[in-house]
């Protein structure tokens, strides 16, 4: 069978969680039994959405309200959007949303007991330049609990969401910290099989993004599905 | 077949997916778009027949083609009973698949709590000639299941179909 020239790569093995995820108490309704039907990509799931700037204006700030500096720690986040042939992805659009310093949500379902900050809206959108590359101001989130088990507690994350080349690609993620123990302990991060591609969740410290006197500097680098460069031999073989 | 890395892990939208959310996103004709205005929607369950009240459902459709006035994507959320609604063009054949035509569909991505990896599945239109040759319906043996993905006239230009995430008249998911 002849590839056709916008198959994209199957999603490889251990690098996705799957819905049925027990440990974590909301995929237990909420996860189909019956298997996936397996269908090769058309130009529906090849093609997908493209935004422009002049609709969808870009937020980079998300530590002040008018002028006014939300409370927390200020970073700032950068990093390389490209796709699984290490080709950049540009002028794509990435949606940002988080909790605040304290570990809640600028939302009216979050009731979690930690102050509100009106200085902190916690949502941000920003667009990869000409080589993929993205960057916005933030301050570093909040963990809070989440009553999933007895006494738990999501990492600090900032939640991303990208559309990339086509519907296939589209993306829902979140950005986790550094060093923060309770990664260990989280089904949803957890939830991605292999560790390796798991850790990739984890963004990287780095002074060279820190701007001195002002804010702390993390890297986070994203792949997006997108076409592949060669044909592959059986393109409709997903997994 | 080789790559230099493999795409970045998904993880779940949440409960709290609402700060990036615009309820004129739901409303694909927005910019002027001309054509076949229909609106299309439906109910969100689970698997205890219960509305998903928290969901991001994400449309997109290659049909018509999407261009300043059309942007051929939306997105919408469910509220307490588990509803959503779009307003959008008909749209028309699509190709498939070598010489394969595919039924007029609309494709869409169902993100929530709960739901780690976004699932993806399609509409269809019932009486719609080529949904007896569409490639993705027949393979779909049983009949019951297949015709799942069909939504069903609602009134004038109104087309409506439930999405059930699990258990008895599941929804069909499409590995993408």
Known sequence: MMAEPSDFYPVAPGSQPANDSPDYGSTHLRHPRQPLLRFPHTITETSGPRFAATQFPAMIDMSAVAGRAALGERIVVAGRVTDEDGRSVPHTMLELWQANASGRYQHPADQHDAPMDDNFLGSGRVFSDAEGRYQFVSIKPGAYPWRNHDNAWRPNHIHFSLFGAGFASRLITQMYFPGDPLLALDPVFNAVPDPAHRNRLVAAFDLALTRPEWALGYRFDIVLRGPAATPMENPGDHR | ?176
């Open chain 2, 1 to 176: 077949m080789s790559r230099a890395h493999a795409a970045t892990a998904a993880q779940t939208i949440g409960p709290y997916w609402h700060l990036i959310d615009d309820a004129a996103l739901a409303d694909l004709t927005r910019f002027g778009a001309q054509g076949e205005r229909i609106t299309f929607g439906g109910r969100l369950l689970d698997g205890a027949g219960a509305p998903v009240s928290d969901a991001c459902v994400e449309l997109w459709q290659s049909s018509p083609s999407a261009d300043a006035r059309f942007p051929g994507w939306g997105r919408c959320g469910t509220d307490s009973r588990g509803a959503f609604q779009f307003i959008t063009l008909r749209p028309g054949p699509v190709a498939g698949r070598g010489n394969a035509l595919q039924a007029p569909h609309l494709a869409l991505n169902i993100l929530a709590r709960g739901i780690l990896t976004r699932l993806y599945t399609r509409a269809y239109f019932a009486g719609e000639a080529l949904n007896a040759s569409d490639p993705l319906l027949l393979l779909v043996e049983d009949p019951m299941r297949r015709a799942s993905p069909l939504a069903h006239p609602a009134g004038p230009g109104a087309w409506q179909l439930d999405i059930r995430l699990q258990g008895p008249g599941e929804s069909i998911f499409i590995d993408i």
